[in-house]
């Protein structure tokens, strides 16, 4: 059974970075041909796609995130990191991780980790 969690700071000051970890257990996450992706949930709004690292370690962002946004990954750990900088207000949601399958779906999610951009 794959297992998905997030972790990282709850609170993140205006222009600030924040960063989460998902670490993934019950699955390697260089096996081919799955994703991993960043989608959050800003309060009272839909989910919002962010990224994607495959198991090639190519990587995929939003448009409109793509500047800000970064996700990489540690083999050793099999953890793949998300980086987003300059944050403001509009970046306070529920971040989640998740697994997309070989045929597109995404069949394990995270609990997912509420962050709070505030002063």
């Known amino acids: 059974q794959v297992q998905l969690q997030e972790s990282g700071p709850g609170l993140v000051k205006p222009s600030q970075t924040l960063s989460l970890t998902c670490t993934v257990s019950?699955?390697?996450?260089?096996?081919?041909?799955?994703?991993w992706s960043w989608i959050r949930q800003p309060p009272g709004k839909g989910l919002e796609w962010m990224g994607v690292?495959?198991?090639?370690?190519?990587?995929y962002y939003s448009p409109s995130l793509k500047s800000r946004t970064s996700i990489s990954r540690d083999t050793s750990k099999n953890q793949f990191p998300l980086h987003l900088s300059s944050v403001t207000p509009e970046d306070t949601a529920v971040y989640y991780c998740?697994?997309?399958?070989?045929?597109?779906?995404?069949?394990?999610w995270g609990q997912g980790a509420q962050v709070t951009v505030s002063s």
């Open positions: 019950g699955g390697s996450i260089t096996t081919s041909y799955y994703a």
């Open positions: 690292i495959r198991y090639d370690d190519s990587t």
């Open positions: 998740a697994r997309r399958s070989v045929v597109g779906a995404y069949d394990y």
